[in-house]
């Protein structure tokens, strides 16, 4: 038995897809008489109970990427029709981004993208680079061996990057930052980081690239990587957030500045 169900999705949920904004779930029918437990010809299905959440996801990385303009003004209903979803999880995705600052309400139904001028942008993305040191600080203490010996192989994996493409290069320095946010364990910290975290995927690729250009820059944010392990192995908080406050805002200054 065969079963064929075509689907079409915008070219904005297409995109949602591809970035890994919009997570699709997969559920296969049990089949009577028959043993199959996989169809991969069925389409896949949204969970439900996630729907919010990949909703401000997906908002959030359009925002970032400049898929919405600064400025530019929604409705809820127009971003359901896009992503293809009910309006509940958008009304909820949109009041998160509200309080983040980043959608502001100018009528009963339409919202807009707020203009930061790059003054803002740059305070917030420095805001956030004090609070993932203050993350590190807190994470001093509880970090194990275990993890500062995966950091130090990830830091070996960055000083021998050559033929890595550009999304490996970021998912090796992702690996770094996750086992420090794993130690300190603080949802309450992490959750005020991911609010001032305003530059997508797209900026930060441009960036990586950059780095390519100017392997001095490249190496000098390597050693930033040795320093912050070098003063997790003393255990001594104050360095520790100081040096990774150092280095953070480094990060931030070559992420809005162009490198040429």
Not at 171 to 187: K, L, S, W, Y
Not at 230 to 235: K, L, M, N, P, V
């Amino acid at each position: 038995m065969s079963y064929e169900v075509n689907l079409t999705y915008s070219p904005e949920m297409q995109l949602a897809i591809a970035t890994g904004s919009i997570q699709l779930d997969v559920v296969c029918p049990t089949v009577q008489g028959s043993s199959m437990t996989t169809a991969p010809e069925l389409p896949s299905l949204f969970r439900a109970d996630s729907l919010a959440e990949q909703a401000y996801r997906a908002i959030r990385e359009g925002i970032a990427t400049g898929l919405f303009s600064a400025g530019e003004r929604v409705t809820e209903r127009g971003l359901a029709a896009r992503l293809n979803v009910s309006a509940t999880p958008v009304r909820e995705a949109l009041r998160r981004l509200e309080q983040e600052g980043l959608i502001e309400r100018v009528s009963a139904r339409q919202l807009r993208v707020v203009d930061h001028s790059s003054g803002t942008l740059r305070e917030l993305l420095l805001a956030g680079a004090v609070l993932r040191a203050l993350e590190a600080r807190f994470a001093t203490h509880k970090i194990t061996e275990a993890a500062l010996r995966r950091m130090a192989a990830i830091v070996e994996a960055q000083s021998s990057e050559q033929g890595i493409d550009i999304p490996e290069r970021l998912r090796i320095a992702r690996e770094f930052d996750m086992e420090i946010e794993r130690a300190a364990d603080n949802p309450t910290l992490r959750s005020m980081i991911l609010s001032l975290s305003i530059i997508g995927q797209e900026r930060r690729a441009q960036y990586a690239e950059s780095l390519l250009l100017h392997p001095e820059v490249g190496r000098r944010r390597i050693q930033g990587h040795h320093d912050i392990l070098a003063a997790f192995r003393q255990r001594d908080p104050d360095l520790v957030e100081q040096v990774f406050r150092r280095h953070a805002t480094a990060g931030v200054e070559l992420l809005l500045d162009d490198l040429d």
